[in-house]
């Protein structure tokens, strides 16, 4: 069974930096596009970045040119970095496949709140 753990958020001052982790276990790690995606209070959950397995990226427009998406096949993470957080990066941020969710029970997620 797949396990997705995220980790690495936290309350910060607009402007500030966080970074992200999700460890996946259960699931041949290397061979998986992966994402990471946030659900804001009444929104519905969105994309915010994807790697593929050769390491090229995608980024949300919203996100583009802050955030940088990362992997390391050999502790099966990626990670996100996340700079000059605004308060509408405030959300619940979980990884998953991407570009089509393939792990159907999604982890906790890490709540990032981010004060103006």
């Known amino acids: 069974q797949v396990q997705l753990v995220e980790s690495g958020g936290g309350l910060v001052q607009a402007g500030g930096s966080l970074r992200l982790s999700c460890v996946v276990s259960?699931?041949?790690?290397?061979?998986?596009?992966m994402g990471w995606y946030r659900q804001a209070p009444g929104k519905q959950r969105e994309f915010v970045a994807g790697?593929?397995?050769?390491?090229?990226?995608n980024y949300a427009d919203s996100v583009k040119g802050r955030f940088t998406i990362s992997r390391d096949n050999a502790k099966n993470t990626v990670y996100l970095q996340m700079n000059v957080l605004k308060p509408e990066d405030t959300a619940l941020y979980y990884c998953?496949?991407?570009?089509?969710?393939?792990?159907?029970?999604w982890g906790q997620g890490t709540q990032v709140t981010v004060s103006s």
């Open positions: 998953n496949t991407y570009p089509i969710i393939r792990y159907t029970s």
């Open positions: 259960g699931s041949t790690f290397s061979g998986n596009r």
């Open positions: 790697i593929a397995t050769g390491g090229s990226t």
